[in-house]
């Protein structure tokens, strides 16, 4: 059994489809004794479209390149000033199913998003972390129903691929970062889901620091006893 601390690797920015191939590759070449990793990253402008995304939400594209990738979800964006970590790890080793890791996936965006002093929500039936367009002074928001993203916005998008037992893909969260291109499609498969960066909502923070954070959650959440 693998009870090392996962293995944290900074990819600076990298173009997104040789690093969704080389996550590929390393998790068909793992075996059982293979630790788990974080991969860090950054990508240059690019939309990538779930396994089982429609290409109508990609509205207007333009010169942004589209790669059509075997992650779960719909449609997002990836571009600079987005802190993306990719766990690549056994989830058998770990004891947990797609739905734990989603969660636990969500719960350690969430800390990284309170270390900050920002409120992270999750909406049951839409995979991702959101916040309050109003900042909420009691810190205590109230439970979300299905699909309702009423005074929401996007900050974090997830998607993840399982093949025998082992995970790649994951989270992206805006920092610092353009939005406009995420005007140009229907954030993961929802017409009119607005999108946010810390940024937008006054948190000035490195994108580094902010990658930094969210892994080091990430990897509480993730390591293997």
Request: aromatic share 8%; charged share 20%; hydrophobic share 45%.
């Amino acid at each position: 059994m693998i009870g090392d601390p996962l293995t944290v690797r900074w990819l600076g920015r990298a173009e997104y489809l040789p690093t969704w191939q080389a996550m590929r590759e390393f998790t068909a070449a793992r075996t059982d004794e293979t630790a788990d990793e974080l991969w860090v990253v950054e990508h240059p402008p690019v939309f990538t479209l779930g396994q089982a995304g429609r290409r109508d939400h990609l509205r207007v594209p333009g010169d942004i390149p589209v790669v059509a990738t075997d992650r779960g979800g719909q449609v997002t964006y990836h571009g600079p000033g987005q802190a993306v970590v990719y766990p690549l790890i056994d989830l058998r080793r770990l004891g947990i199913y797609v739905k734990e890791l989603v969660f636990r996936i969500e719960a350690a965006t969430i800390q990284a998003l309170d270390s900050f002093g920002v409120v992270g929500l999750r909406v049951p039936g839409a995979p991702g972390i959101y916040v309050p367009l109003e900042r909420d002074p009691a810190r205590d928001p109230a439970p979300r129903a299905r699909l309702d993203f009423t005074g929401l916005a996007k900050i974090a998008a997830l998607g993840i691929k399982v093949t025998h037992g082992c995970c790649y893909h994951g989270v992206a969260l805006n920092v610092a970062m353009d939005l406009a291109p995420f005007a140009r499609i229907d954030p993961c498969g929802y017409a009119g889901l607005r999108t946010v960066d810390l940024a937008t909502l006054g948190i000035a923070i490195e994108r580094n620091t902010a990658a930094e954070r969210l892994a080091q959650r990430l990897a509480a959440h993730l390591i293997s006893r």
